[in-house]
C-alpha cells in the first residue's frame, strides 16, 4: 500500500572488478590535437544498468592550478559513492572533457553540482547503448 514511500536502490559500480585500466593515445579530432583517455572496461560491466551519460567541460582558460588536479578531483567526486563511472577523459589545449555513465541523471547532475565549480559544465543524456564510449574505443583503435 505504501509503495511509493519505498525507495529506490541506486544501482553501483563495482570499481574494484572494472579496475583503472586506462588507454591514452594522441588524437587529431576536428583539426585539433589532442589526448584521449579511454577506460578498458572488462566485458562483465552490465552497460544496461547505467544508461546515461554526461559529459562535463571546462575551459583550460578557466583552470585555477594544476589541470591534472582537476582531472583527478572530478573522476574521484563522480566515482565517491560508485554510482558514476569516468569512462572518457579528452584533453585538448583549450578545454578538458569528461563522460560518466550512471543509472540516472539525478546522480551525474548532483554529483557535478556538488563539485560546487562554476568553470565545469555539463550536460547529461540518454545513452543505453553507449555509443559514445563505444565511438571513442573506434577513435583510438581499442
Not at 575551459?59 to 574521484?76: D, F, N
Not at 558514476?84 to 555513465?101: F, G, I, K, N, S
Not at 554529483?111 to 577513435?139: C, F, M, Q, S
Request: hydrophobic letters at 45%; charged letters at 25%.
Amino acid at each position: 500500500m505504501f509503495g511509493f514511500l519505498k525507495r529506490r536502490k541506486i544501482r553501483r559500480f563495482d570499481l574494484a572488478a572494472i579496475g583503472d585500466n586506462w588507454l591514452v593515445r594522441p588524437l587529431v579530432h576536428d583539426g585539433i590535437a589532442g589526448t584521449l583517455h579511454v577506460r578498458q572496461l572488462p566485458a562483465g560491466v552490465r552497460r544496461a544498468d547505467f544508461p546515461v551519460v554526461a559529459l562535463a567541460w571546462v575551459e583550460r582558460a578557466e583552470i585555477a592550478g594544476e589541470p591534472s588536479a582537476l582531472l583527478e578531483t572530478v573522476k574521484t567526486a563522480l566515482e565517491k559513492d560508485r554510482a558514476c563511472l569516468t569512462v572518457l577523459v579528452h584533453e585538448t589545449p583549450d578545454r578538458v572533457l569528461w563522460y560518466a555513465y550512471a543509472a540516472q541523471s539525478s546522480t551525474l547532475d548532483a554529483t557535478l553540482a556538488a563539485l560546487d565549480n562554476k568553470a565545469i559544465r555539463w550536460g547529461v543524456n540518454d545513452d543505453p547503448e553507449w555509443v559514445e564510449y563505444d565511438h571513442a574505443k573506434g577513435l583510438v583503435g581499442a
